[in-house]
């Protein structure tokens, strides 16, 4: 069921609910008050017939006229009286009564002995119901001389309900029709951004990602789902790019080893050679080989990690050693290129984390503080402590990296120019692999570096907790 029908029942139900409520209470309340009014009337004008027959010293009556001359408040038009001898059978009756024969019920009767007032209803066939009240009247206090009944007939009452009622009846579903419409309106107005989305969602899900929710709305409900929903694609348009670079990147490094092992194979396939050159193509082609296993290694080792499938184990670990062990393979890295190794300031330091993943991180940093050098350059390691964080920093004197891309050599495959000039070999990924393994150890990595200067990659990574 759509959304603005459902809206504007539950809104139609809530109002119908409260719109019957209301009425049936006022209806209630109104009838009510009207039936007091009538008994506080009969009780009112029983008191005055009693006080006014009392007070005439219980002559004889004679019969109405006389009665009423004397006493003209009796002759109310709305009401009519009777006067019973204590037997129940009529004295005196007002003359708007003769309508009807209305006898003394027994119990009016009854409670009339005891000396109280009663107030009944009764009803003819035909006729609206009569509301009556008998009052005795007493001689000091015992004697029951006379019991007056004065009685109203309840049309006006009837008739004034009858028309509240009819009235209620048309008014609350007008009223509840208005409302409904009303209700249908202004869903239909709220709703109205909500398919202008949808329509802009589904032509953004027929695969155009670059679109985007063009709707100048307020910082409202809407507009928030539209910015959210904005930002979201944004969010979705860039990590496909990625994805997609990715992909692309990857095949391409694949490939070139592949097309050097094709062409050198074909080449050697080509005529009989002596069994040098098939060694030498081979051993040419091992290299490729090597080359793919690595590249494909490491994007193994990197989708693993995106995933949340690689274990970091969480072991103290003393950094000083590792970076002592570092600098040893480090210094016959660079024996062949007369690079110079050095340690600088060295502290004691423990970290807890993954040794392995750790060595993996500064060897990949030294290696190509080592391979971006120029020959007789120098590489220094420090390793120092600063608060609770432990800094570990590798510093050359090589090509170093222009500001542009300094934050772009994290992004996997992404190589610098002048990188690729200074030497064909790496695929851009040992960077990506760093910055992962500093995030999982709750560290960072940072570079500082001038172009043709030298560069300074810098691990801060979070001091082990002391033994207590
Ligand atoms: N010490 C450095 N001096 C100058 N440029 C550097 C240095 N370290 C990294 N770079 C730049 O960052 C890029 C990315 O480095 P990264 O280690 O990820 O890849 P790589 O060394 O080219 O290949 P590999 O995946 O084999 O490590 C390098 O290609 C180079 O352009
Ligand atoms: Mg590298």
Redesign the pocket.
Same mark, same amino acid.
């Not at 090589?398 to 990296?401: N, V």
């Not at 070999?425 to 760093?434: E, P, R, S, V, W």
């Given at each position: 069921m759509p959304l603005r029908v459902r809206l504007t029942l539950w809104y139609g139900s809530a109002l119908a609910t409260v719109l019957i409520t209301f009425s049936v209470v006022l209806y209630v309340i109104t009838a009510r008050n009207l039936r007091d009014d009538v008994d506080e009337s009969l009780k009112e004008t029983a008191a005055t017939a009693v006080r006014s027959l009392e007070e005439r010293g219980f002559l004889p009556l004679l019969d109405e006229e006389d009665l009423l001359s004397q006493f003209p408040e009796l002759a109310r038009i709305d009401k009519f009286f009777q006067i019973f001898s204590p037997s129940g059978t009529i004295t005196i009756r007002s003359p708007n009564i003769k309508r009807y024969e209305v006898p003394l019920s027994q119990k009016a009767l009854e409670t009339a002995f005891l000396g109280q007032s009663l107030l009944e209803t009764t009803k003819y066939p035909n006729e609206p119901q009569l509301r009556l009240i008998s009052a005795p009247i007493t001689y000091r206090g015992n004697f029951l001389y006379y019991i007056v009944q004065v009685g109203t007939s309840m049309e006006s009452i009837e008739d004034t309900l009858r028309h509240f009622f009819i009235l209620l009846t048309v008014a609350v579903p007008i009223a509840l029709a208005v409302s409904l419409a009303a209700g249908w309106f202004l869903a239909g107005r709220a709703l109205r951004p909500v398919d202008a989305i949808t329509l802009a969602a589904q032509r953004i899900a027929g695969g155009d990602l670059s679109q985007r929710l063009a709707m100048q709305t307020a910082p409202d409900e809407i507009g928030r789902l539209v910015e959210t929903f904005n930002n979201m694609i944004g969010r979705l348009e860039a990590s496909f790019r990625q994805i997609r670079q990715f992909t692309s990147d990857a095949s391409h490094e694949l490939r070139t080893p592949l097309t050097v092992m094709k062409g050198e194979t074909e080449l050697v396939l080509r005529r009989a050679r002596p069994l040098e050159d098939y060694h030498t193509v081979l051993e040419s082609n091992l290299e490729e080989i090597d080359r793919m296993a690595?590249?494909v290694d @490491?994007l193994l080792f990197l989708s693993r990690a995106d995933m949340g499938a690689v274990k970091i184990e969480l072991l103290p670990v003393s950094l000083e050693a590792l970076v002592e062990d570092i600098h040893r393979q480090a210094t016959v890295l660079g024996q062949d290129r007369t690079i110079e190794v050095v340690l600088g300031t060295i502290v004691p330091a423990r970290v807890q984390g993954d040794e392995l993943r750790l060595r993996e991180l500064l060897l990949?940093?030294v @290696?190509? &503080?080592v391979?971006? %050098?120029n020959p007789k350059g120098k590489v220094t390691i420090n390793l120092i402590t600063e608060g609770q964080q432990a800094i570990i920093s590798?510093t050359?004197q !090589?090509? #170093?990296?222009a500001p542009d891309?300094q934050h772009? =050599? $994290?992004n996997?495959? $992404?190589?610098?120019? @002048? &990188?690729?000039t200074?030497?064909k070999?790496?695929? #851009?990924? !040992?960077? &990506? =692999?760093?910055s992962w393994i500093a995030e999982t150890h709750k560290g960072c990595i940072s570079?500082q %570096?001038e172009l043709g200067q !030298? %560069?300074t990659?810098t691990v801060t990574l979070p001091l082990a907790p002391r033994p207590a």
């Open positions: 690595r590249i @490491e990949n940093l @290696e190509n &503080a391979k971006y %050098s590798v050359d !090589g090509i #170093g990296i891309n772009k =050599i $994290f996997r495959f $992404f190589r610098t120019v @002048e &990188a690729r200074h030497t070999k790496g695929t #851009g990924l !040992g960077l &990506a =692999i760093c570079v %570096s !030298g %560069s990659f």
